[in-house]
């Protein structure tokens, strides 16, 4: 049985839940969603976000988890099951392709930076790290990148290096390795709720999804301890007879399945 190595309080450790987005209103709001996730390949990843979380067994997971040696694999175990998470199997639940940059390989480009003023509304006065600056499709997929593909615990009102590198990148169709950034980020999260009294998980569905496929669910469901496991995915279970397979799936079903969720969808209203 592996070590336990997060020590905080499991009742405060949050789980972000990835939210679905409402592609007509992102669109009103200037962010064309359909057709960067037929730039970005990201279909299959959006169809997943009409699955519940494993809230238990991703805690369950977070408990156990390490980096391992070389960087490139989340080792943990579930009621004493090894789970690994990587970027092959990210691929595999997602559907997306490893390939493309991320915010750490970009900010390597110094040079660029200056660049990022093309993100602000050169009416008002230069202000780097206010979002309120930023011009409308600027914003908008910075608020929408927060509560989804660069998850965050809570709502800032301050821009990161990383948000303007993330939103800079999506603004000017650079193809993005999402499926190399989800575990970037995953790891990263690792570390601080490690270190730190307040922590988070991100990208809890996806999670949940390579429980799923790994036969997690299959044995915990067989021999596991808690009944309230069983009663959770029945509650997904409704759901996932209703979802096609990532990598099959065409653009206008998954256009119908997203608008057709309507009660978890992100909410882009413009700012007072």
């Known amino acids: 049985m592996s070590a336990i190595t997060f ?13 679905r987005p409402n592609l007509p209103r992102l669109k009103h709001h200037g962010l064309d969603l359909k057709r960067s996730m037929q730039l970005q390949s990201w279909i299959g990843y959006f169809t997943l ?19 391992s040696d070389d960087g490139n694999t989340i080792l943990s175990e ?15 639940v997602t559907g997306c392709v490893s390939s493309g940059v991320t915010i750490d390989e970009y900010q390597s480009y110094l040079s660029i930076v200056e ?11 230069y202000e780097p790290t206010n979002p309120g600056t930023l011009l409308p499709s600027a914003k908008t997929w910075f608020r929408f990148s927060l509560s989804n593909l660069h998850p965050q615990a ?64 299959e044995l915990i469901k067989n021999n596991g ?7 959770e995915r029945c509650a997904r279970d409704d759901i996932r007879q209703k979802r096609p397979k990532p990598g099959w799936i ?23």
């Open 225 to 231: 301890p808690d009944n309230a496991l069983v009663e």
């Open 250 to 272: 065409s653009i206008e079903i998954i256009t119908d399945t997203i608008e057709a969720e309507q009660d978890s969808n992100i909410d882009l209203k413009p700012e007072n």
């Open 78 to 92: 579930i009621f004493r099951l090894p789970i690994d998470v990587t970027i092959s199997s990210i691929v595999r």
């Open 7 to 19: 020590y905080g309080n499991e009742e405060t450790l949050e789980i972000i839940q990835e939210k």
């Open 115 to 125: 660049r990022f003023r093309v993100l602000h509304d050169s009416s008002v006065s």
């Open 49 to 67: 976000l009409r699955d519940p979380i494993f809230i238990v067994l991703v805690k369950e997971f977070w408990k156990y988890a390490k980096i």
């Open 154 to 217: 809570t709502a800032r009102r301050t821009l990161s290096h990383d948000d303007i590198i993330f939103v800079f990148l999506l603004i000017h169709h650079f193809k993005i390795n999402l499926p190399k950034t989800i575990l970037i980020r995953l790891k990263h999260a690792i570390e601080i709720s490690r270190t730190q009294t307040q922590s988070y998980i991100p990208y809890g569905r996806i999670l949940s999804e390579i429980m799923i496929q790994d036969k997690i669910w």
